[in-house]
């Protein structure tokens, strides 16, 4: 399979639950939508163009209500409002720029989105033209609206990954950390032969036991059995099973030894004798158990995607994948029919299916999701930065990938840790260049 890190094999065809107006919105909502449109007035300008004080109003109703029905915390309203003046800012400062790079969104897409919406909110896509209609909204107006969305969020994806940069140095370091850590999970089965120092031993006495040590390391390399040197010489305690320590965890044995037998391949001798407090170490590896550091665990999964554009509508997304998953543990309908038929990812036409996977290639919530599931599970809905996501796991094995599939996965998993900060220091470049200004209200 082609390594694709972090969903970018995901289709960018948004799903955007109710942008810019209040659908699905309550009474309340609804009512704030009508009560500041008569007022309304720009709030900002972002280049050539403007927020007005309605959006803001509409978003930031959207999002107490959601934190009011989750049960969360209640930011203060003009706390949130500033936040919301902020988001939607960085919005058109980043769609501007969309549209100065050439980013295209085809009507293909945006009829999806549209269909989505409807859906999402239980309405046919008449009756969401007049639902539209009556919150002073024409669908030509709609349509742009979603289609800047879905251009926001591909021009997210190009621009910020194309900033992350990998080097063979990082990826190299990665790989080394893992080899570290398994090798500090390895049991090892050492035999030993001591020649004991006596404590505080003058120089002399020293010279004399390290010679001992090393003429019995030249019998050894010399071909003469080491259990039968180790019970003629050595002076520990292991000396009746021809030296053999017996198979241990690496963190309960010596640094020392650790370190003495980390490059010796099992059957071969330390070759040099290893001084400690308690003298001079002639030191056998018998044995080495470890997990392979590079061996991973695959999964076959498949999944339903519906894009989020709006954060406020996690809840009403969240609701319909709920209900999705109902519906198809019911055996109403199949997994991968419900992906085919709505599902805003390109692996839709193949029912979700998104082939085998190792451990860093998706976002971490997603891939948090599937390791919990047993082959068969349906998780609940999870939300990621590409929106909210069904997930069902098909199949797992173990396998050990070939060097070049070992370097692409720790590339993914390097990019993704950096994704975030890329993400913010392009947002924020690209605000520093932008023409922003603020309004006043009118008198």
């Not at 694709?4 to 065809?13: D, E, H, I, Y």
């Not at 001591?194 to 010679?211: C, F, H, N, T, Y």
């Not at 308690?278 to 392979?292: E, N, S, T, Y």
């Not at 309908?333 to 805003?344: G, Q, T, Y």
Request: aromatic share 4%; hydrophobic share 40%; with cysteine.
């Amino acid at each position: 399979m082609t390594y694709m890190p972090n969903f970018q094999r995901l289709r960018v065809t948004a799903s955007v639950v109710a942008a810019a107006l209040c659908l699905g919105a309550g009474p309340a909502q609804a009512q704030t939508a009508r009560s500041n449109r008569s007022g309304d007035f720009i709030v900002a300008v972002v280049n050539t163009e403007a927020v007005t004080a309605v959006e803001v109003a509409q978003r930031v109703e959207r999002i107490a209500a959601d934190a009011r029905r989750a049960g969360g915390p209640q930011p203060s309203t003009e706390v949130l409002r500033q936040q919301v003046l902020d988001t939607l800012i960085d919005e058109r400062v980043q769609i501007t720029f969309a549209r100065d790079v050439g980013q295209k969104v085809d009507d293909a897409e945006v009829d999806r989105a549209v269909a989505n919406v409807a859906a999402q909110n239980q309405l046919t896509l008449p009756q969401l033209r007049e639902r539209l209609r009556a919150e002073g909204m024409e669908m030509a107006r709609y349509r742009s609206s979603l289609r800047d969305q879905l251009l926001l969020e591909r021009v997210r994806e190009r621009e910020v990954n194309s900033r992350i940069r990998i080097s063979d140095a990082d990826i190299d370091k990665l790989l080394d950390e893992r080899r570290a850590r398994a090798s500090g999970d390895a049991q090892l089965n050492l035999a030993q032969i001591l020649v004991s120092v006596p404590e505080g031993a003058d120089a002399g006495v020293v010279a004399q036991r390290r010679s001992r040590a090393e003429q019995a390391l030249a019998r050894v390399l010399g071909g003469e059995d080491f259990s039968q040197l180790a019970l003629e010489i050595s002076e520990d305690g292991n000396r009746q099973a021809g030296g053999e320590i017996g198979l241990r965890p690496a963190q309960r044995l010596p640094d020392l030894f650790v370190e003495g037998v980390r490059d010796l391949a099992v059957g071969q001798v330390a070759a040099q004798p290893l001084r400690s407090a308690a003298g001079f170490h002639i030191l056998k590896l018998i044995d080495r158990q470890q997990d392979d550091a590079f061996q991973v665990t695959q999964t076959r999964a498949r999944h339903i995607l519906l894009r989020l554009s709006d954060r406020a509508q996690t809840a009403a997304v969240t609701r319909r994948m709920d209900e999705l998953r109902r519906q198809i543990e019911r055996g109403d309908k199949k997994f991968d029919d419900v992906a085919r038929d709505v599902s805003e990812d390109g692996s839709a036409p193949g029912g979700g299916d998104l082939g085998w996977a190792s451990t860093g290639q998706f976002v971490p919530e997603f891939e948090e999701a599937m390791a919990k599931l047993a082959p068969g599970g349906i998780s609940a809905p999870v939300v990621s930065r590409f929106g909210v996501h069904l997930i069902q796991v098909l199949e797992r094995r173990s396998i050990t990938p070939d060097p070049k599939e070992l370097r692409e996965q720790a590339r993914g998993q390097l990019r993704e840790s950096k994704f975030e900060q890329a993400y913010g220091d392009w947002a924020k470049e690209l605000r520093l260049r932008a023409y922003i200004e603020m309004r006043e209200p009118p008198q």
